[in-house]
């Protein structure tokens, strides 16, 4: 009997990409296992064009009638029945988990020890449940749960896989921008949570010394309102020019950017996971969040910390809820800028 697999994540883009060494393992194991992924659509990028995953079903999470919200569920659910997977690896504690399993009388289902999950009677008879190891790097904990089902990742298996668009020129010219092959630092400041990022004033007094150099500097960022605001907070505070193509490019576009840079310096975010996909160097300072579990994977990197903070990494929007943490503000200009002389002798 062929296996099929469901793999679901519903959580953000750099999420789903750190679920593509799933994929892999499972193909490397058993070349002919049909191996789909269920996620929010808004993260299809983050997976098209992988070599190793056969279907992807989608969910939109910012349908807001309820009628049509049920009806699309509802169809998604008799297409994956029709399927007739052999087993569900459940990524997150997603009460979605429960209903496919249910539905579509998946026998095996594999997910996380949940505190709150575990109390459900349904839950508990579906599930194989595994223990969420803490300060263990989260691809190691998605390849957990194929351990758990004897399925072995290699060290090949591990690394995470994304497909860029591959038409460098075509975007540069798409874009307007003089910049050409692995001549030039990108630096994404943002990320979806505001208080993961590193003070404006402090990027704007890194890129001005970086460029001082002569480097190239390219700075990108989603074109969510917030990000651009601090992007425009960095331009204006900036002595020295750099390249803004903030809000102005797909993920897919951003990933081919990343792939041909030199080197990218960002902070917690989705930029960070795709330079450790297409083998990009990469500068990530965290604050809040913990590297241990999210950092850069198997790519040259440095990670700045504070050591300063004990209390870090908390998980918390900022000290006191105020949306921004004392362990990135505190975080020194110099500090980053050592680190980048560092790896770019790598």
């Not at 290699?154 to 690394?159: A, E, R, V, Y």
């Not at 993920?251 to 310096?265: R, T, V």
Request: net charge positive.
């Amino acid at each position: 009997m062929t296996n099929k697999f469901l793999i679901t994540k519903f959580r953000n883009h750099g999420d789903v990409l750190t679920t593509t060494p799933i994929f892999k393992t499972i193909k490397e194991n058993d070349p002919n296992a049909t191996v789909d992924c269920l996620i929010f659509s808004d993260s299809i990028e983050m997976v098209s064009g992988n070599d190793y995953i056969d279907n992807i079903f989608t969910i939109n999470r910012n349908e807001k009638n309820i009628i049509k919200k049920i009806i699309t569920n509802i169809k998604l659910i008799i297409k994956l029945k029709e399927n007739n997977y052999t087993h569900l690896i459940h990524t997150t504690e997603s009460m979605r988990g429960l209903w496919i399993k249910f539905f579509c009388s998946i026998p095996h289902a594999v997910t996380f020890n949940n505190n709150k999950r575990d109390k459900l009677f349904f839950w508990r008879r579906s599930f194989q449940s595994i223990p969420n190891i803490k300060n263990r790097h989260v691809v190691d904990k998605h390849l957990d749960l194929l351990r758990s089902i004897g399925i072995k990742p290699t060290s090949i298996s591990k690394k995470m896989s994304l497909k860029t668009d591959n038409n460098f020129d075509d975007l540069i010219t798409y874009l307007d921008i003089g910049i050409e092959k692995n001549d030039y630092i990108l630096i994404h400041p943002t990320s979806r949570w505001m208080f993961k990022c590193w003070p404006a004033e402090s990027f704007a007094k890194l890129i001005d010394k970086i460029a001082a150099h002569g480097k190239k500097i390219v700075v990108s960022s989603s074109p969510d309102e917030k990000e651009l605001k601090f992007i425009a907070e960095i331009e204006k505070q900036a002595n020295l020019s750099f390249i803004n193509i903030s809000g102005k490019t797909s993920l897919k576009q951003l990933s081919e950017l990343i792939n041909h840079a030199s080197m990218l310096i960002t902070v917690d975010s989705v930029p960070m996971h795709i330079a450790s996909a297409v083998n990009t160097p990469v500068i990530a300072i965290f604050g809040p969040s913990g590297e241990n579990e999210w950092g850069p994977w198997m790519v040259d990197n440095i990670v700045i910390k504070s050591e300063q903070h004990p209390c870090r990494p908390c998980g918390k929007d900022g000290c006191g809820r105020s949306k921004v943490s004392d362990c990135l503000t505190e975080i020194s200009v110099q500090t980053v800028l050592n680190a980048y002389y560092r790896l770019e002798k790598k």
